[in-house]
């Protein structure tokens, strides 16, 4: 034995999965914390624990759960049917190679035959291992694998009976105990019915506000993991602001309260502690209910029926927990695009709905899908109150990419301490990722942003493996203050990696420490092969494991590092620009996969009279194309015409203004915002823009970074000289141009410099 645990000792720490069948009664909690506590010391194992409900731990439960830091996680499924399968996702999404599972009542009647199970299993090779009288199953990463999939509301012991059947033919050197020694088996309980348990369902007590309130949300058509929402007997919702950690019941019937977090016993605030959150949990299809379901081919309907969400799953962490915010007003915008998602938009709206921090707004925008997408964003818009401030849908008509979309989002932005994360469609936040971030970004406000880890999953949300890990690194979850974008610019205006760039230029001109990760999962992406990462990840047949590639994306990391090699921080800004951003020629070699379809175009046309080719050159740069007009007397009816772009002289043309504008307006089909600058003295009654141009007058500009279909009006009058402070140069006139994007923009050229 002292052999054994030497070897122990040295090893990787074997992940124990308890499983908690049916009601515990008062004191047998206690009685299990002690046996795993016990264990757990001894053999330095790591402890993760599932329940049927928050009830299920009896009346001291959690008290007794406080005062110990026994399970570094538990998890409560809510419905005792997906016992055993949440049960998996605990042991899958551990970093560990090596897991345990046992159950509970063995532990509770005699924990010392699970002693010598842990003697035994560490100082031998085994990759499979089978406890029939503790219904106890051991496996390594790759057995994981291969378990065999529960049914619904199977039992524990006749599940393990079941898959160590499988399992033990695969392994390499599966080992059955129990026959050398001699102890009392637990009575198998494979073919009895677990005892029926009322069905919990997890909430925020802010997002029931949100929603209305407990009473009208139970009037919606909602279904959790094939579960109506009338079907559940106890609504438990996390509130922040509570300060006993125990269900406290409401005066609305079904509905009881528990603290989101709490601190061990003796440790100052921002010690270790139990943080509680709500995350989405899997849910499985059996082959027997495929005659059930609607046949593909059938028409979808244009509003759903039903709002179908993901089962809810509590989870309790022992993690640090961050200290709470003096101030709770902080403002935390989720920005979230939409490409084809369909089906995927409940989910993701859902999680950032039921977000626990108070102050919170959605922007959703559809990139211009051909989907259903608009029916289920619609259909979770009649969800909320009227006149809710919190959802807002926007459509665009053109495919702009979700970083256009983010752009735009913090363009509109004013307040520098506005906060955005990143969410999008196929993503679903945990209840508390708002709460988390906000706290981290407060309690170091020179912090640029936060980072959290994220967790890919399936369609049926299980889980993926990426490099042996669940739990990982991803710029998904990243969120930062307005102030950040002021600083160092805007995401590249591509389709693919921006966040990439714009992290690494973060912690370029910033500094390493500008970005702090915390290691907690916030936030779980569906991967179903259609993702924004779909150039990279790809999933592993026949096994809950994705593989990454990033050869697609060596070429743009190539190029923005190559471009970051000659960035200033005191030029950034100006260099990274939204609305009228510029592109990098070179970028061109990233092809459509990368690129806007409006790629090369300009982001402003600039119709300049009497500047000289200096200034044009300088405007030319900021990412417009410069139309120079001729400096004679009547420069509107004819003379010579200079384009300039980006690069300098595009071509020259002995053409009239009018004819160029028109030429601009109804060939090239600009759809970026026009800017006319002149000299003032060169207008007169019969040289306004309004009485030569009135084609121009009557136009639509569509901004690239306005709602489509948002008009630009033409200003018949030299605005410039009441708004804009005569002498202040380039970058002060680009800051005053910004803020006048709704209109045509008369600058005079003695303004510039």
């Not at 299993?121 to 990759?127: K, V």
């Not at 199953?137 to 524990?156: F, H, I, K, N, V």
């Not at 495929?290 to 993690?319: K, V, Y």
């Amino acid at each position: 034995m002292t052999q054994n645990l030497r070897v122990l000792k040295d090893a990787t720490p074997l992940h124990a999965v308890v499983v908690m069948e049916g009601t515990l009664a008062d004191g047998e909690f206690v009685a299990l914390l002690a046996q795993i506590a016990v264990l757990k010391r001894r053999f330095g194992l790591a402890v993760s624990g599932v329940a049927p409900g928050v009830q299920a731990l009896g009346a001291q439960g959690l008290q007794s759960l406080r005062n110990c830091s026994v399970f570094d996680n538990l998890y409560f499924s809510g419905d005792s049917a997906w016992l055993v399968a949440d049960g998996l996702t605990a042991a899958r999404r551990t970093g560990h190679g090596k897991h345990l599972f046992l159950s509970a009542r063995s532990l509770l009647n005699d924990p010392v035959p699970s002693l010598r199970v842990l003697v035994e299993l560490l100082g031998a090779p085994y990759d499979a291992l089978w406890v029939p009288g503790l219904s106890a199953l051991y496996c390594d990463q790759s057995g994981l694998d291969t378990l065999t999939r529960p049914r619904a509301a199977e039992a524990w012991a006749g599940w393990a009976a079941r898959a160590w059947a499988e399992l033990g033919i695969r392994a390499k050197s599966p080992h059955e105990l129990g026959s050398q020694w001699v102890f009392k088996p637990i009575v198998e309980r494979a073919l009895a019915e677990p005892a029926v348990q009322s069905l919990e369902l997890y909430v925020s007590r802010t997002g029931l506000g949100r929603l209305g309130g407990l009473a009208r949300m139970r009037e919606q058509a909602i279904v959790f993991g094939k579960r109506a929402l009338n079907e559940f007997g106890l609504v438990v919702a996390i509130d922040n602001g509570a300060e006993e950690f125990a269900l406290s019941p409401e005066p609305e019937s079904g509905l009881a309260m528990l603290c989101g977090w709490t601190l061990l016993p003796g440790l100052p605030e921002g010690g270790q502690g139990y943080w509680v959150d709500v995350v989405p949990a899997p849910v499985w299809t059996d082959p027997s209910e495929d005659a059930g379901i609607a046949s593909a081919e059938e028409p979808t309907p244009i509003m759903p029926a039903i709002l179908s969400l993901p089962r809810q799953m509590l989870q309790m962490r022992l993690t640090r927990v961050p200290q709470a915010p003096k101030v709770d007003s902080l403002r935390l915008v989720f920005v979230m695009s939409n490409f084809e998602k369909g089906p995927l938009i409940p989910a993701a709206l859902y999680g950032v709905a039921m977000q626990t921090h108070a102050n919170v707004t959605l922007r959703f925008t559809d990139d211009a899908s051909a989907d259903d997408s608009l029916a289920y964003a619609r259909q979770f818009e009649r969800l909320l109150p009227q006149g809710q401030d919190f959802f807002k849908i926007q459509i665009n008509a053109v495919n702009r990419g979700t970083y256009w979309i983010r752009n735009e989002a913090i363009y509109r932005a004013h307040d520098p301490e506005t906060v955005f994360l990143i969410n999008d469609s196929d993503d679903v936040s945990s209840l508390q990722r708002g709460t988390l971030q906000a706290r981290m970004l407060q309690e170091n406000p020179s912090l640029s942003g936060c980072f959290m880890d994220i967790v890919r999953i399936d369609t049926e949300h299980t889980p993926l493996r990426l490099e042996s890990e669940v739990e990982r690194y991803g710029t998904a979850s990243l969120a930062f203050r307005k102030s950040l974008v002021d600083k160092i610019g805007y995401f590249e205006n591509i389709k693919r990696n921006a966040d990439t760039e714009f992290i690494e230029r973060v912690r370029l001109l910033m500094g390493n420490d500008a970005l702090q990760r915390y290691r907690y999962p916030c936030l779980y992406q569906v991967f179903d092969g259609r993702n924004l990462t779909a150039d990279i990840y790809t999933q592993v047949p026949g096994a809950s494991e994705i593989q990454a590639d990033h050869g697609a994306r060596a070429l743009h990391t190539l190029l923005f590092r190559q471009r970051h090699r000659y960035l200033k921080a005191e030029s950034a800004a100006s260099q990274y620009r939204f609305p009228e951003s510029t592109t990098p020629p070179e970028y061109k070699a990233l092809g459509a996969h990368f690129l806007l379809p409006d790629y090369g175009a300009p982001d402003a046309i600039a119709v300049v009279m009497h500047a000289s080719d200096g200034i044009c050159r300088k405007i030319a740069a900021r990412g417009a194309l410069v139309v120079q007009l001729t400096t004679k007397a009547s420069p509107w009816e004819s003379g010579v015409v200079r384009l300039y772009d980006a690069r300098g002289v595009a071509f020259s043309a002995n053409l009239g203004a009018k004819c160029i504008i028109e030429h601009l307006l109804h060939r090239v089909r600009f759809t970026g915002y026009l800017l006319l600058v002149h000299d003032a003295t060169s207008l007169d009654a019969t040289v306004r823009p309004g009485a030569l141009l009135p084609q121009l007058e009557q136009a639509t500009l569509q901004s690239k970074s306005l709602a489509d279909g948002e008009p630009i009006e033409v200003s018949p009058d030299a605005t410039a000289e009441t708004a804009f402070e005569w002498g202040s140069g380039l970058q002060e006139m680009e800051k005053w141009m910004n803020t006048k994007m709704s209109a045509t923009v008369l600058l005079h050229t003695n303004t510039l410099r």
